[in-house]
């Protein structure tokens, strides 16, 4: 069973930075589209930002030129730049990621919390 295995997550202040990345436990893993989750509490869990097989890229508004997404084909992972993070950012961060057969796979979460 593949795990998609999620890192970066912690405490930052408001303005600071922190990078999450997400590798798959397998490197028979082959992705098509992967991209970020995140769910403050009480709230519904909400797209933040997905990267294409071919590098389309599609943010959240409310992410737009503070997020950057990327990935690296050759090892299946997916990364998350976070910058200018505000309070209103903090929430649980999911992985997502489809194989090639269209078969959907989510990461455990990691938590992001901003300080004000």
């Known amino acids: 069973q593949v795990q998609l295995v999620e890192s970066g997550g912690g405490l930052v202040q408001a303005g600071g930075s922190l990078r999450l990345s997400c590798t798959p436990s397998?490197?028979?893993?082959?992705?098509?589209?992967m991209g970020w989750f995140r769910q403050a509490p009480g709230k519904q869990r909400e797209l933040v930002a997905w990267?294409?097989?071919?590098?389309?890229?599609v943010y959240a508004d409310s992410v737009k030129g503070r997020f950057t997404i990327s990935r690296e084909n050759a090892r299946n992972t997916v990364y998350l730049q976070m910058n200018t993070l505000k309070p209103e950012d903090t929430a649980v961060y999911y992985c997502?990621?489809?194989?090639?057969?269209?078969?959907?796979?989510w990461g455990q979460g990691t938590q992001v919390t901003v300080s004000s």
């Open positions: 990267i294409s097989s071919g590098g389309s890229r």
């Open positions: 997502k990621a489809y194989d090639t057969r269209s078969v959907e796979y």
């Open positions: 397998t490197s028979i893993f082959k992705s098509n589209g």
